[in-house]
């Protein structure tokens, strides 16, 4: 039961260019939403989040768009930067609950 | 910063054994997850604790899971039957209060043989 979607495995961005990671959920009951990143052997980091309450939340170089008709979210990295390589994942909850729904990830690879 | 740890960071245990994995919260966290990730699949949700007690758990969480908050630092999960199918990487997490984000540990990566 996929109730989180990242559909891209993968993307490749040139350095200084932007990055945008794309996430679709399908429980419309989602109110929070957050993104991590993950790289080898190590656990998530939390990144940024966004509650339904907004459509975007910026935090440096890193701006979360919320969609709630189409319920999709995306991850804007910009300008990025090698060490922004990583796997992100998109998580989903309700802000009364507390299981956070995982997207499979997306394997970001930043080319200096 | 303070961080989320795990113990052992490995762990390689026999099927039909028993299997404790520990993890340490951030010290003023009230609400605690385990997750587990098995290769190449999503990072899937297991159990919540709240209050010293579950709060939330999923299908995976079967009886031969439990979960433990033995001394007010440690946050426990055993498995007391440990199947080929429970390797994975298991993740402790921990959040302040409801509405903020999850703080992972780097996690424990389970093989059983």
């Known amino acids: 039961d996929q109730q989180v979607k990242q559909n891209s495995p993968s993307l490749s961005v040139q350095e200084g260019r932007i990055s945008i990671l794309n996430c679709d959920y399908t429980?419309?009951?989602?109110?929070?939403f957050l993104w991590y990143k993950k790289y080898p052997a190590e656990g998530p980091t939390f990144l940024i989040s966004i509650s339904s309450i907004k459509d975007k939340n910026e935090d440096g170089r890193f701006t979360v768009f919320l969609n709630k008709s189409a319920k999709h979210l995306s991850l804007h990295i910009v300008p990025s930067q090698p060490g922004d390589s990583a796997v992100y994942f998109c998580a989903a909850s309700e802000m009364s609950g507390n299981q956070f729904y995982f997207g499979t990830g997306t394997s970001l690879t930043v080319i200096p | 910063e303070p961080e989320v740890t795990q113990t052992p960071s490995h762990q390689v245990t026999q099927m039909g054994q028993e299997v404790i994995l520990r993890c340490v919260p951030i010290?003023?966290?009230?609400?605690f997850y385990w997750y587990r990730q098995i290769l190449g699949q999503k990072v899937e949700f297991l159990v919540s604790f709240y209050n010293n007690e579950i709060s939330e758990k999923s299908e995976i969480f079967d009886d031969q899971f439990s979960v433990e908050r033995p001394d007010g630092s440690n946050f426990t999960l055993k498995i007391r039957s440990t199947k080929l199918e429970d390797s994975a990487m298991y993740f402790c997490?921990?959040?302040?209060?409801?509405?903020?984000?999850?703080?992972f540990g780097d996690g424990t990566r389970l093989s059983i043989l």
């Open positions: 997490a921990s959040r302040r209060t409801g509405d903020q984000p999850q703080h």
């Open positions: 010290s003023n966290h009230l609400y």
């Open positions: 429980n419309s009951m989602f109110d929070y």
